[in-house]
């Protein structure tokens, strides 16, 4: 069951053959995300020779095949994780029930605004990061956005699968309108604010796939819970292919701060401005980047206190992230007191779900932060890098709009507008990080604002031609 149909148009683990109707719309469908990829995804790179890695089997020893492609000829595809037998409802008030093959009519709509919010981030991202080519630091970092860019490609495939498959003339309408949304488009912008932000640099980048896809991890993890098995089964195998992307975004910024120390050392002094002189990334910029990005990424947890969370748990759509690993699954009785501007408030758990994956989210970026102080550390110098306050920057839930120091504390709204830019990258902050961005296409060659990589991808040596540019 796990080996992949390669002989069919569209790749696929789940016998796409025995249904000729939904194989169609697929097929009708394919060619309009490969106009939107020419369109919208990495900009003059169509023609390059990419090292880039397929999935050909869905089972953990080796789901991934290397070999050279052009992009616009990658094998997008359908891949399922294998299904678990008896699979149980494993919370929520139907707990202990068998998972559901089809969907109910009374979750349809629920179910389907899930899936078409995590669809969209897919393509949105890919739009994002669509000119970050021309400034590539290396051959090697060229690849690895290109990888990401094909796998967030798939991601939006595996979504489209289940509107299709599972949603008929709607869910048809709705993988119509993930190609006719665009990141940024004044009109018709991407659903969440965090997928129109543009990336227009390789630090945001590094933020990016480090915060922003590792919220895509925690919402795959949620959904992986779901009763709804083709759900469960379609973000089980997206999990595997989100670990590379935080992979670049934690190798990604340990360099640049592996670089910075280097370039701290050589110079002989940690002064922020002499660090910009020698062409590094200040650990002062870098912090704000890391302001930036992860208080935009909390935002993407939703409202603290929120009663969709609390419908979408106890009816078994949604669970939280590892759910095997709490001991109480159906949570009635439960609750969280949970910090408000206006106080303590005690809220039942089921409605505080939200705030709880928030909280192990944090948790699990803190891990790339210890990495990276360590290095600061052993460098001799007394600077940490820290990770925001959940209140700081907030634009949704109880905090949002409320004047908070990173740290976490209640300041004037005058203050905190004064003080803004110590803590987020200013124009002038992404003016100096923009000048840094120059394109480094020789191969084994890396840009002087950030380390090379300890090892190259599949045992191949670091530098090894990724990219065959034409
Ligand atoms: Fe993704
Ligand atoms: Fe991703």
Request: net charge negative; aromatic share 10%.
């Amino acid at each position: 069951m796990s080996g992949v149909n390669y002989s069919e148009k569209i790749p696929n683990n789940v016998n796409l053959v025995s249904d000729r109707t939904l194989q169609r719309a697929l097929e009708h469908w394919q060619p309009h995300f490969i106009e939107w990829w020419k369109g919208m995804g990495p900009s003059d790179f169509q023609s390059a020779d990419v090292y880039l890695r397929t999935a050909i089997s869905v089972d953990a020893q080796g789901w991934a095949h290397y070999g050279v492609t052009k992009m616009p000829d990658y094998r997008w595809g359908i891949f399922l994780a294998d299904p678990t037998p008896e699979r149980k409802i494993g919370f929520g008030d139907q707990m202990g029930q068998p998972v559901w093959q089809q969907v109910p009519g009374e979750y349809r709509s629920t179910l389907r605004r899930l899936i078409v919010t995590q669809g969209d981030t897919e393509p949105a991202s890919v739009e994002q990061q669509r000119l970050l080519g021309h400034t590539c630091p290396s051959l090697y970092d060229l690849r690895n956005l290109f990888q990401i860019n094909v796998e967030e490609g798939r991601h939006l495939w595996a979504m489209v699968y289940l509107l299709h498959a599972y949603f008929g003339r709607d869910g048809r309408e709705e993988a119509e309108e993930l190609l006719a949304r665009h990141s940024g488009d004044a009109d018709k912008p991407r659903i969440l604010t965090t997928f129109n932000e543009p990336i227009s640099d390789w630090l945001s980048l590094f933020c990016f796939t480090y915060f922003t896809d590792r919220d895509g991890k925690y919402q795959l993890k949620s959904l992986a819970e779901s009763a709804f098995d083709p759900l469960s089964r379609t973000c089980r195998f997206m999990l595997t292919e989100e670990a590379h992307h935080m992979f670049v975004g934690e190798t990604g910024l340990g360099r640049v701060v592996k670089r910075t120390l280097e370039v701290m050392k050589e110079i002989g002094t940690d002064d922020p401005a002499k660090v910009r002189a020698a062409g590094a990334v200040d650990l002062q910029t870098l912090q704000k980047y890391l302001n930036f990005w992860c208080s935009s990424s909390l935002d993407l947890f939703g409202n603290e206190i929120s009663s969709n969370s609390a419908a979408n748990f106890a009816n078994g759509l949604k669970g939280r992230p590892d759910e095997s690993q709490y001991d109480d699954h159906v949570l009635r009785e439960k609750t969280l007191v949970m910090a408000t501007p206006e106080g303590e408030q005690t809220v039942p758990m089921l409605n505080a779900l939200n705030e709880v994956m928030r909280e192990s989210y944090l948790k699990d970026c803190e891990i790339g932060l210890k990495r990276w102080n360590r290095q600061i550390e052993r460098a001799g110098h007394a600077l940490r890098l820290t990770l925001p306050s959940s209140r700081f920057r907030r634009t949704i839930g109880t905090w949002a709009g409320q004047p908070v120091t990173p740290e976490g504390k209640l300041i004037s709204k005058e203050d905190y507008e004064k003080r803004l830019y110590d803590w987020i990258p200013s124009e002038s902050d992404r003016a100096f990080v923009h000048s840094l961005m120059q394109k480094v296409t020789a191969p084994g060659k890396i840009a002087g604002w950030v380390a090379p990589p300890d090892r190259g991808i599949n045992n191949l040596p670091v530098e090894y031609e990724y990219v065959k540019l034409h």
